[in-house]
Nanobody, 122 residues
Framework: QVQLVESGGGLVQPGGSLRLSCAASVIILSTYAVDWYRQAPGKQRELVAAISRSGLTNYADSVKGRFTISRDNAKNTVYLQMNSLKPEDTAVYYC????????????????WGQGTQVTVSS
């Protein structure tokens, strides 16, 4: 059974840092595009950061310059380094992976993690 397991969330003061991890079992995460989403109470889930199979990255405007998404293929894990955290970053953060057909780009498989809570508060 494919599993994405997030970890690293917690309570941090404004201006602090956290590193989230997304570890995969069964699938080889380097063959998947991986995204981090977040959902705050009463709000829609939003895309925070994405990394393609080739390592290209993309970020929401609200986190550019503060968050960094990266891969460690040896550990089958994707990370989200979050610096200069703000109260508005408070949310449940979800890891999402998707495998696309190399020829057509159609998403063939996708998986979600269970989420990890990040709370930024003094």
């Amino acid at each position: 059974q494919v599993q994405l397991v997030e970890s690293g969330g917690g309570l941090v003061q404004p201006g602090g840092s956290l590193r989230l991890s997304c570890a995969a079992s069964v699938i080889i995460l380097s063959t998947y595009a991986v995204d981090w989403y977040r959902q705050a109470p009463g709000k829609q889930r939003e895309l925070v950061a994405a990394i393609s199979r080739s390592g290209l990255t993309n970020y929401a405007d609200s986190v550019k310059g503060r968050f960094t998404i990266s891969r460690d293929n040896a550990k089958n894990t994707v990370y989200l380094q979050m610096n200069s955290l703000k109260p508005e970053d408070t949310a449940v953060y979800y890891c999402h992976s998707q495998y696309k057909d190399p020829g057509t780009g159609v998403v063939l498989y996708h998986y979600w993690g269970q989420g990890t809570q990040v709370t930024v508060s003094s």
